[in-house]
């Protein structure tokens, strides 16, 4: 069964990994992140991601997931055709 809020299971997949250390949580982070559907609240998610992995709270991914709650923003559109002004 998919979670909505993990939908590749990369951070399912990052809490069994022995050994993992910040550097690659956060590389999985940043995936996981990028892997989001359009439209869904990645705060809420990190939330719920927490929650459902509270039993591990000295992992690595469990301070990378805290510190996503704090910096993570939607991403926007700075430049380009599509972020002028149009008449």
């Given amino acids: 069964m998919?979670?909505?809020?993990?939908?590749?299971g990369l951070i399912?997949?990052?809490y069994r990994m022995e050994g993992i250390g910040p550097a690659e949580c956060r590389s999985i982070f940043?995936?996981?992140?990028?892997s989001l559907p359009d439209g869904h609240d990645s705060s809420?998610?990190?939330?719920?991601?927490?929650e459902q992995h509270r039993a591990t709270a000295d992992h690595p991914?469990?301070?990378?997931l805290r510190e996503?709650?704090?910096?993570?923003?939607?991403?926007r559109r700075r430049g380009g055709w599509r972020g002028?002004?149009?008449n």
């Fill in 2 to 8: 998919s979670d909505p809020d993990d939908p590749k």
């Fill in 12 to 14: 399912r997949e990052s």
């Fill in 30 to 34: 940043l995936d996981w992140a990028l």
């Fill in 44 to 50: 809420a998610a990190i939330t719920r991601l927490l």
């Fill in 61 to 64: 991914m469990t301070q990378v």
């Fill in 68 to 75: 996503g709650q704090t910096t993570l923003t939607t991403p």
């Fill in 84 to 86: 002028r002004a149009r």
